[in-house]
């Protein structure tokens, strides 16, 4: 059964928002998503 009082426009929102980092973690890789310069040693 569904809870729909936490259906709320910011819950939604911060639902978004994370999957959002989710699939840019898995599109980019854990290696990169930590390691933004590109700069090895």
Known sequence: M???TILSP???TATVE???AVVTVL???PSHAT???GVEG
């Open 2 to 4: 569904v809870d729909w």
């Open 10 to 12: 910011t819950f939604l």
């Open 18 to 20: 994370w999957a959002e």
């Open 27 to 29: 599109t980019v890789g």
């Open 35 to 37: 390691d933004e310069s």
